[in-house]
């Protein structure tokens, strides 16, 4: 089983992402998302969501205040849950969020069937908010990058092939369109570069732009449960939202990032991902809180990205970034897999502990 989130697409999509390649290699998975275990919650995740995009300072703000999640979880889905667990006895449980840990430690405790077999993911270089103050004694680790070894030490996806990057810079906000941007998309069209941008809800497209495409990652989208299907992204053209890719094989968004030259983000776990799986250079906006600057050191010190403002200093900014594509593939080449701690070559099934 593997427990993701649907409304924080960071960890939503390397769910699926891993959920897909475990099926690839011929094991059975389930994904949960935590908002499963919300009932009744959707509508103030939404408000919150909105709340965030609309004011980057709030997000901030509220990011300094420790997570309370569990006191909104429902008794009964949470009940549900485990009782489900119990029977089904699956071979790992792997959680790429740390508010699911106080109910994986209650599922060890009542099933002792899963001790050695609860797996927990960082996304990111340092513990994220998720993962502050939640009890790990009984959860193994699974790291992708770490900070503290400046290392980055397995990718969540093979790397993309070598096909020519567009002299073309994608920009967004991550999954929630968090960041003040705006700004930066102006300059950027001043230096003569055209962009393709992220926007995530539908007033916000330009009727007319000629230099920039524009993009919506759909606000109506909602996965159901145990899902196969990527988030919905659509094209503006021609006065029309048009749908962009088939979102059952592939991620629409990752097409962009393999096509375009570089990525304008803050620094989130995903967008890191994303850059390594696709030799993506990444500019730097504002990072959200503490561990996205920790990941931004990362990738700047590995020479993967680069802040916005150094970046408009470069004279050869297309030759500076594929230098940095140069450092990312040569990196993502000799990297084991997210899905090799699960399913090592040769072997069948999920590892047990």
Request: glycine content about 8%; proline content about 5%; hydrophobic content about 35%.
């Amino acid at each position: 089983m593997i427990l993701g989130s649907r409304i924080a697409l960071g960890v939503y999509v390397p769910a699926l992402s891993l959920k897909k390649q475990l099926e690839v290699l011929g094991d059975r998975t389930d994904l949960l998302c935590l908002e499963d275990l919300y009932r009744g919650k959707d509508s103030v995740m939404e408000e919150t969501k909105r709340s965030f995009h609309d004011d980057f300072r709030l997000a901030r703000i509220s990011y300094r205040i420790p997570a309370r999640s569990k006191a909104a979880v429902d008794p009964e889905a949470e009940r549900e849950f485990l009782n489900e667990a119990a029977e089904k006895k699956y071979d790992a449980v792997i959680t790429f969020s740390g508010f699911f840990t106080e109910t994986l430690n209650k599922l060890a405790e009542e099933c002792p069937h899963y001790q050695g077999r609860i797996y927990a993911v960082h996304m990111d270089a340092v513990s994220s908010r998720s993962w502050k103050d939640a009890d790990l004694s009984g959860i193994q680790e699974i790291w992708l990058y770490r900070a503290a070894e400046q290392k980055i030490i397995r990718s969540l996806e093979q790397p993309a092939g070598n096909a020519v990057k567009c002299p073309r810079i994608l920009v967004h906000g991550g999954g929630w369109g968090i960041g003040e941007y705006q700004d930066k998309i102006r300059r950027l069209n001043e230096r003569g570069i055209p962009l393709d941008i992220i926007v995530y809800y539908p007033e916000e497209a330009a009727e007319t732009d000629p230099m920039n495409d524009c993009y919506l990652l759909d606000p109506s989208w909602k996965p159901g449960s145990n899902t196969d299907e990527y988030p919905r992204l659509l094209k503006y053209q021609e006065s029309k939202w048009c749908e962009f890719a088939d979102r059952q094989t592939v991620n629409p968004l990752r097409i962009l990032m393999e096509r375009d030259i570089a990525a304008l983000s803050k620094p989130g776990g995903g967008t890191l991902a994303d850059s390594l799986c696709t030799g993506t250079p990444l500019l730097f906006s504002e990072e959200l809180a503490s561990y996205e600057k920790e990941n931004r050191i990362l990738w700047e010190e590995c020479g993967f990205g680069i802040g916005f403002e150094d970046f408009l200093l470069l004279q050869d900014w297309e030759n500076d970034l594929l230098n940095m594509r140069k450092c990312l593939k040569e990196t993502a080449q000799n990297l084991p897999l997210l899905a090799d701690c699960f399913h090592p070559a040769g072997e069948g099934g999920l590892i047990h502990a």
